[in-house]
């Protein structure tokens, strides 16, 4: 099978032939069908992180496709069944976390496409319990993005607390922040997107945001503390300054959830601010695989809209590069059903990633 791998950091991947893997106990082996490209597969790709992953590995934690094989004990799903591989690819299942609903807090978890080859690949091995189930009538290349971005915003507003008569703001709109900002209107809160691209923000409006402000030409605290402030904001933005800007956007009592992952690991905030105003600061990390079931749900309702460009697995080395440019609307999904028809040579060609 064609996977595109990391060998080094900061280079470009390479498609590989690798052999296709076979299930172990409790596993599954998945035929994708769609493969999307989250911006921590850039970080993974750049070894951005403390802890990183052991080179060579094949990124990808958005891959949904069917079920071809079933290991020794599976029960969970069959042959045929379409699923989806997350990030969380597996928790121990007895921790004090995982016992109480914050599996993704498992001190024992493998992470797709990090510590366990991912998604960029033709097919994927994937523990069957940790797999999300993709109900019928949900795109595949929908469901892609769902499996982090989706998931992952959507946990971020249920932690912010956010109600019907709230502000929130949303810094960042892209794979992520797309689907936040759909995540806070369902749950009726009035939603100020915050990007410093106008075709970003564009798009924002159109998927319901109340207000956009773009922080390329106007301070986004002042812009939101006209507003009176935001009940709560969340920082998908890969900049430092944008928590920074969050943080400074919220009314007191407000709540800043950190979600973004930049390279550059540490903001300012001050503390007295803080104190006084008795702010939350909080992190929030993907979601549960109940989470993914209730995200699953309100698209198959028809509440959310992914926003994506479908791509060939033979563009990562270009792809990865038009994320880091702000060049993507939304996600972009690779299909990587017949990525064996793609010539192994034009990848190899591509220089080193930006
Ligand atoms: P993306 O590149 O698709 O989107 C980032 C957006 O931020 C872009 O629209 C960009 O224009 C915008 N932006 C950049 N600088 C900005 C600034 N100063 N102010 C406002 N907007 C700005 O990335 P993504 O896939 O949405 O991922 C975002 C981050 O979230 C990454 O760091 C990723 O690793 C992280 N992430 C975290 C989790 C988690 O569970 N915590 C899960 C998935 C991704
Ligand atoms: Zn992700
Ligand atoms: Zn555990």
């Given at each position: 099978?064609?996977?595109a791998?990391?060998?080094?950091?900061?280079?470009a991947?390479?498609?590989?032939?690798?052999p296709?893997?076979?299930?172990g106990?409790?596993?599954?082996?998945?035929?994708?069908?769609?493969s999307?490209?989250?911006?921590?597969?850039?970080?993974?790709?750049?070894?951005?992180?403390?802890?990183?992953?052991?080179?060579?590995?094949?990124?990808g934690?958005?891959?949904?496709?069917?079920v071809t094989?079933i290991g020794?004990?599976?029960?969970?799903?069959?042959e045929?069944d379409?699923?989806?591989?997350?990030?969380?690819?597996?928790?121990?299942?007895?921790?004090e976390?995982?016992?109480?609903?914050?599996?993704?807090?498992?001190?024992?978890q493998q992470?797709?496409?990090?510590?366990?080859?991912g998604c960029y690949?033709?097919y994927?091995?994937?523990?069957a319990?940790?797999?999300?189930?993709?109900p019928p009538?949900?795109?595949?290349f929908?469901?892609?993005?769902?499996?982090?971005a989706?998931v992952?915003t959507?946990?971020a507003?249920k932690?912010?607390?956010?109600?019907?008569?709230?502000?929130?703001?949303?810094f960042?709109?892209?794979?992520?922040?797309h689907?936040?900002?759909?995540?806070?209107?369902i749950?009726?809160?009035?939603?100020v997107?915050?990007?410093i691209?106008?075709?970003?923000?564009a798009?924002?409006?159109r998927?319901g945001a109340?207000?956009?402000?773009?922080?390329?030409e106007?301070?986004?605290v002042?812009?939101?503390?006209?507003?009176?402030?935001a009940?709560?904001?969340?920082a998908?933005?890969?900049?430092?300054?944008a928590?920074?800007?969050?943080f400074?956007?919220?009314r007191?009592?407000?709540?800043?959830?950190?979600?973004?992952?930049?390279?550059?690991?540490?903001?300012?905030?001050?503390?007295?601010?803080?104190?006084?105003?008795?702010i939350?600061?909080v992190?929030s990390i993907?979601?549960?695989?109940?989470?993914?079931?209730?995200?699953?749900?309100?698209?198959?309702r028809g509440?959310?809209?992914?926003?994506?460009?479908t791509?060939?697995?033979?563009?990562?080395n270009?792809?990865?590069?038009?994320?880091?440019?702000?060049r993507?609307?939304?996600?972009?999904?690779?299909?990587?059903?017949?990525?064996?028809?793609?010539p192994v040579r034009q990848?190899?060609?591509?220089?080193?990633l930006a």
């Open positions: 099978m064609k996977a791998v990391v060998r080094q950091f900061k280079q991947l390479v498609i590989e032939d690798r296709i893997p076979t299930p106990p409790g596993e599954v082996v998945v035929r994708l069908e769609a999307g490209l989250c911006h921590t597969d850039i970080h993974a790709a750049h070894g951005d992180w403390p802890v990183k992953p052991t080179l060579p590995f094949v990124p934690h958005e891959g949904v496709g069917l094989a020794a004990g599976v029960t969970r799903v069959s045929g379409r699923v989806a591989l997350p990030w969380l690819g597996y928790a121990c299942g007895t921790c976390y995982c016992v109480s609903g914050w599996e993704t807090l498992c001190l024992q992470n797709t496409g990090y510590s366990i080859d690949a033709e994927a091995k994937a523990s319990s940790y797999v999300g189930i993709v009538g949900v795109d595949p929908d469901a892609a993005p769902l499996s982090c989706g992952t959507y946990k507003v932690v912010s607390g956010a109600r019907s008569s709230d502000l929130v703001a949303i960042g709109i892209g794979g992520l922040g689907l936040a900002l759909q995540y806070a209107k749950a009726g809160a009035t939603v997107a915050v990007d691209s106008a075709d970003k923000l798009m924002a409006k998927l109340d207000y956009t402000v773009n922080a390329a106007e301070d986004p002042l812009a939101i503390q006209r507003l009176g402030g009940h709560a904001a969340i998908l933005a890969v900049a430092p300054q928590f920074e800007q969050a400074g956007s919220l007191r009592k407000g709540t800043l959830v950190f979600v973004a992952l930049p390279a550059d690991n540490a903001v300012s905030l001050p503390i007295f601010e803080t104190v006084l105003q008795g939350t600061v992190g993907v979601g549960t695989r109940k989470d993914l079931n209730e995200v699953f749900e309100l698209h198959a509440r959310t809209t992914v926003i994506r460009e791509r060939q697995l033979s563009t990562v270009e792809s990865i590069d038009d994320v880091l440019r702000g993507v609307s939304g996600r972009i999904v690779f299909d990587v059903r017949d990525s064996s028809a793609q990848l190899q060609e591509v220089g080193a």
